[in-house]
C-alpha cells in the first residue's frame, strides 16, 4: 500500500487508470449519484482524469466529484 500511494504522489490518478478501469465494478451499470446539491442519475461510465466519475445522461456525460453513489438496483 504504501508504494501505490508514494506512486500516486508522484505521477497522480492518471498513473492508475487503466488498472482502475478493468476492476471497476460500476462501470456501465445505472447509478444514482447524490452530494448536498445535485443529484444525477445514469450510467457509470468510468473516471476522468482528475478521479471524478463520468455519467452519461439523457442530457450527456456529466462529471460527479464528491458524495454518495448507488447502484440503481438498490435504489428505493
Known sequence: LYSTLVEFNKQGFSFFMKQWSENDALAEKAIR??????????IAKGLGPRGELLIETP??????????????????
Not at 449519484?33 to 445514469?42: E, F, R, W
Open 59 to 76: 442530457e450527456g456525460l456529466k462529471s460527479f466529484q464528491n458524495g454518495s453513489v448507488k447502484l440503481q438496483s438498490t435504489i428505493e
Open 33 to 42: 449519484a447524490h452530494s448536498a446539491n445535485q443529484t444525477i442519475d445514469g
